[in-house]
């Protein structure tokens, strides 16, 4: 059972990034989905979420606009779509069960995690 994370890199300010969260063992389309970063020196922030209960999808107000969220059940995968990006957006970036609206998500072994991909804007 795990979540993979994969596609950062480094990019120029303005380019796009996508990056995979992939499950194996369990079915996404059952949980919430959630994206996280973490830039060096701070703490770890919720960034975009797709809701199962209501379908409803959230960002938080520096990505919103630039960042979208979009799921393949089929392949077990989820997807943020990153366009416009900036120098601040350089952070290590993980998917994970639980959106940063739920006040128990940095209970992480309460939730599957990805191992984080990187992402660096960088010119």
């Known amino acids: 059972v795990q979540l993979v994370d994969s596609g950062g890199g480094l990019v120029q300010p303005g380019g796009s990034l996508r990056l995979s969260c992939a499950a194996s063992?369990?079915?996404?389309?059952?949980?919430?989905i959630g994206w996280f970063r973490q830039a060096p020196g701070k703490e770890r922030e919720g960034v975009a979420c797709?809701?199962?209960?209501?379908?409803?999808?959230s960002y938080v107000p520096s990505v919103k606009g630039r960042f979208t969220i979009s799921r393949n059940y089929a392949e077990n995968t989820v997807f943020l779509q990153m366009n416009s990006l900036k120098p601040e957006d350089t952070a290590v970036y993980y998917c994970?069960?639980?959106?940063?609206?739920?006040?128990?998500?940095?209970?992480?072994?309460?939730?599957?995690w990805g191992q984080g991909t990187e992402v660096t804007v960088s010119s």
């Open positions: 063992g369990f079915r996404l389309d059952l949980y919430n």
């Open positions: 797709f809701s199962r209960h209501d379908g409803i999808v």
């Open positions: 994970a069960t639980v959106c940063w609206y739920d006040p128990t998500w940095k209970k992480y072994p309460n939730y599957y």
